[in-house]
Structures are given as structure tokens and as C-alpha cells.
């Protein structure tokens, strides 16, 4: 089972940027779809965005439409979230996932705390 490592998160004001990364030490993302996640405290753990490995199919929940932009690095076996025009509202854990083909999402990081001051 792959292993997934979050990094890049923090302390930012409203309307900053943060950028994550999800990288699967010594191992290929290779026909994998990958997806970002975040739960908040109380809350269930909601889709983000997702990306197929190749890169030519994303897609985002509405709250982050056009603020937010998944990519990734194939050299690097990595992949990216870029967080623009952050609001508070965004404060959560951040998750990435894999899925393999045709699978459910089902291989996680430990996440990575984004926190959004006002």
C-alpha cells in the first residue's frame, strides 16, 4: 500500500496563499487518482479537489473553484494543492488520498493543519 506524507501547511491571514504537497516516499503514483480532503473539528471530512496522474482531469468542490489548483510532479512522485485568496472558512486538517483504479479512496496521509486568522 502506498504511503502518503502531507507538508506545507500552517499559519496564514485571510486572502494569503499556502501550498501543499503530498509525496509517496520511494513509491509511484502510476494510474492512481489523487484527492485532497479536509475535516474540520465537528465535521466530516469533505472532498476538496482531485486529480488523475497524468494531470488532464481535475476537479474541485464549489467552495474552492478558482481559489485552488491541484497539480502534480511526476518527477518529484508528488502532488500539489495551491491555496489562493485563503479565507477562514478553509481552516481544517488537510488529507491526501489515493485511489487505484476503480477504487474507492483508500490510502491516506496524517494530514496537515491549515489555519486561516481573520
Known amino acids: 500500500q502506498v504511503q502518503l506524507v502531507e507538508s506545507g501547511g500552517g499559519l496564514v491571514q485571510a486572502g494569503g496563499s499556502l501550498r501543499l504537497s503530498c509525496a509517496a516516499p520511494?513509491?509511484?503514483?502510476?494510474?492512481?487518482?489523487m484527492g485532497w480532503f479536509r475535516q474540520s473539528p465537528g465535521k466530516e471530512r469533505d472532498f476538496v479537489a482531485a486529480?488523475?496522474?497524468?494531470?488532464?482531469?481535475?476537479n474541485y468542490a464549489d467552495s474552492v473553484k478558482g481559489r485552488f489548483t491541484i497539480s502534480t510532479d511526476n518527477a518529484k512522485n508528488t502532488v500539489y494543492l495551491q491555496m489562493n485568496s485563503l479565507k477562514p472558512e478553509d481552516t481544517a486538517v488537510y488529507y491526501c488520498?489515493?485511489?487505484?483504479?476503480?477504487?474507492?479512496?483508500?490510502?491516506w496521509g496524517q494530514g496537515t493543519q491549515v489555519t486561516v486568522s481573520s
Open positions: 488520498s489515493a485511489a487505484r483504479p476503480g477504487r474507492s479512496y483508500d490510502t
Open positions: 520511494g513509491r509511484t503514483f502510476s494510474n492512481y487518482r
Open positions: 486529480i488523475n496522474w497524468s494531470g488532464d482531469n481535475t
